[in-house]
């Protein structure tokens, strides 16, 4: 009997065991097939939307530190620099006209003079003589009182113009060149007389004769330039064939028409159809050009309040 309650025993042990054995195993295996399932699982299931990763505060852009906005350059090759407005082309712009050329104002053939600008008793260093027709081309230099006396630094020039309307088959007489200061005084004194005036003006304010000292004929630099011999120089001179070939051609001779009519107020003179005054052919060009009488042309080199820059003394 006790052998079988020993065996008994012995296949209670064995099957507790076993059963504890088989119990452990299907643990195992019921443990490794859910892992593998869930490997499988995982290796086909749609990845779960990862959340969105919230983007790091980033600083706002700073805008650059621009100073202020440039304006966009012109493309010009070369910067013009601006005239300065105190100087001749900046006072020409200011006026619309062009450049004026690049001359010498100091120059003896840009000295001013008129009602408001005495040459005093002035003389000229040198003194040339005409013939009044231009019937002969030489030039004199010894008193001569049947010719027309001009300063010599113009005289080939004027002698050239004459010869030049002569050749155009014109008749041209130089009426009137040089006068000296005492000359002028009694020349004024004169033609006051015969107008019933005291001042040398016309009703209109206009000098017919100017005092001594102002006379452009005492600088020697102009000449009265008519068609034949007129004991009076007037309007009426306007009208010949001479005086119309003398304006049109006078600037290629360095002559200016220097009282044109609608300028009175400026030059303070009449207007007067026989009167050219030499002042080169550089300025007289620019001066035909843009309509300027010589006070004009002059007061594009002159300081608002002063005298022309480099102005001769005479
Ligand atoms: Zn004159």
Redesign the pocket.
Known sequence: MRVLRFLGIVFIVIALAASFILFGLRYLYTDASDQKALAAAMATAVPSPTPDQTPAPTAAPTPEATAAPTETPEPTATPVPTPDPDSPEGRAITLGLPKPPEIDIGSWEFTLVNGDNSIGTYVPEQLAYLDQTAAQTDIQYDYNGNRCPVDARIAQALLDFALGCKQAGLPVFLS?GYRSYNEQVQNFQRVCQNNGVTDGKDANGHYITMPAGCS??QLAL???ITDIYRPIKNKEIENTATFQWLKEHCAEYGFVHRFPEGKEDITGVMY?P??FRYVGTEATAYMMENDLCLEEFLALYRDVNGPAEGAPSV
């Open positions: 009137s452009e004929h102009c000449c009265d007067e026989f009167h």
